[in-house]
């Protein structure tokens, strides 16, 4: 069985705060894990922080797959418990840039003046580029793909015996569709990444209004968000990356208007922080 | 299976140039032209669509200054393919229309972050402009 449980739920800055407590105010961190105890960790927002003292003591390794380095997808990283507990190995995956490699961009955040203990100085910490073929992690099969963000950015398919999990919380599908059509799924960036998948955890940062204004920052509408779980044929929707603006009901109105606009054939669930996805082959 | 995203993205860009842009993937087979390159190939995208290389490399005839048929590996793009370097060229098309246009052609490799070879662009002047 593949357990997946949002702690961060929130796109581009935290926003904790009476009027967010059920979607959740920390940013993007999902925790992955199956039934002999593996896990992943996707991305390392400020929920991290509390994921980490999740984690049973006797876990030995960790690994941690970032889809990039915007910062509310690193800034828990930090915070996270495990890195400094000498018994446990942690791996981090994130994608290559042209230049640098992924150690010396997280060392960027990761060093005085923005921190004060430096990447190299942690006791078994290992960076690792995320390969252009799929790989596993004990029982998870790992697939990744670049997809429509700005800057090197990667989407995620995990699969396991429980079933495949999609992940791609931050995600502009739209911008790359010719005529505005969802055809030739060739031509869909993150197509091969949710295709068909158990549950789909995708980018829902903006109304149909504000996407207006923020073309090219890489997010999606709710609208848009429905039509590619719909296109890839998902059976479950998270939508995830929430709008620091938005509260909690914004987005209940957000998610029931856009639901009742396309009822959809695949199941809808809130992301909100707490919330639990169990995957299991039936 | 998806193209790469420096690929779907090439295509977009496409759509958005006044330049005529012609795509293709590492074997050579034609991915896309945009608008502007379907005037100067004498034929809509959307009635030709994609082909294999060889389809495409003597389906838009080139000819050298003398008229003669250029043979494929002068291409610009075939060059970019084999080198995976920019090439340059100034031939003459004739194009699924039947009409000859002088035009200058200029190849650029695209390669991914690391350094993965992942197709080529075209990018056409017609001479006459």
Not at chain 1, 143 to 154: A, I, M, R
Not at chain 2, 23 to 33: A, I, Q, R, S, T
Not at chain 2, 57 to 66: N, V
Not at chain 2, 82 to 101: E, M, N, Q, S, W
Request: charged share 20%; hydrophobic share 35%.
């Amino acid at each position: 069985m593949m357990r997946l449980t949002l702690f961060g739920t929130r796109g581009s800055l935290a926003a904790p705060g009476a009027e967010t407590t059920r979607y959740g105010g920390n940013t993007s961190s999902v925790e992955v894990r199956e039934s002999d105890g593996t896990v992943l960790v996707l991305d390392a927002g400020t929920g991290i922080r509390r994921l980490g003292t999740q984690i049973p003591p006797s876990t030995a390794r960790v690994d941690i797959l970032l889809t990039h380095l915007h910062m509310d997808h690193i800034q828990g990283l930090g915070f996270f418990g495990p890195l400094y507990d000498p018994r446990v190995d942690v791996h981090i995956w994130g994608p290559a840039s042209s230049t640098l490699s992924l150690e010396a961009r997280l060392s960027r955040y990761l060093s005085p003046p923005l921190f004060p203990v430096h990447l190299r100085d942690l006791p078994r910490v290992t960076c690792h580029h995320v390969p252009r073929l799929p790989f596993d992690i004990g029982p998870f099969h790992v697939q990744t793909s670049l997809v429509c963000h700005p800057g090197p950015t990667v989407g995620y398919r995990i699969q396991s015996e429980g079933g495949a999990a999609a992940y791609l919380p931050d995600h502009e599908p739209i911008l790359a569709l010719r005529n505005g059509q969802w055809r030739e799924p060739e031509w869909i960036s993150g197509y091969d990444l949710a295709a068909g998948a158990d549950l789909l955890i995708h980018d829902a940062q903006y109304t149909d209004e504000e996407y207006k204004q923020r073309v090219g920052w890489g997010h999606s509408s709710y609208s848009q968000t429905f039509k590619f779980a719909g296109y890839v044929g998902a059976k479950e929707l998270v939508p995830f990356h929430h709008d620091p603006s938005h509260d909690d009901e914004t987005l209940d109105h957000l998610l029931e208007n856009t639901r009742l606009q396309f009822q959809p054939r695949f199941g809808v669930s809130a992301g909100e922080e707490g919330a639990v996805f169990e995957l299991t082959s039936k | 299976m998806s193209h790469p995203i420096q690929i779907i993205l090439t295509r977009q860009l496409a759509g958005y140039l006044s330049v005529p842009l012609f795509l293709v993937n590492p074997k050579g087979d034609l991915l896309f032209y945009n608008e502007p390159a379907e005037i100067l190939l004498g034929r809509r995208f959307d009635e030709t669509g994609a082909m294999p290389a060889e389809e495409w490399s003597s389906a838009f005839t080139p000819l050298d200054d003398t008229g003669e048929p250029l043979p494929p590996e002068k291409l610009p793009l075939m060059i970019t393919l084999t080198t995976h370097r920019p090439a340059y060229r100034k031939f003459v098309i004739c194009g699924l229309d039947g009409v000859l246009r002088p035009i200058e052609v200029a190849s650029i490799p695209i390669t991914g972050l690391q350094d993965e070879f992942l197709g080529a662009a075209a990018l056409f002047w017609e001479l006459s402009q």
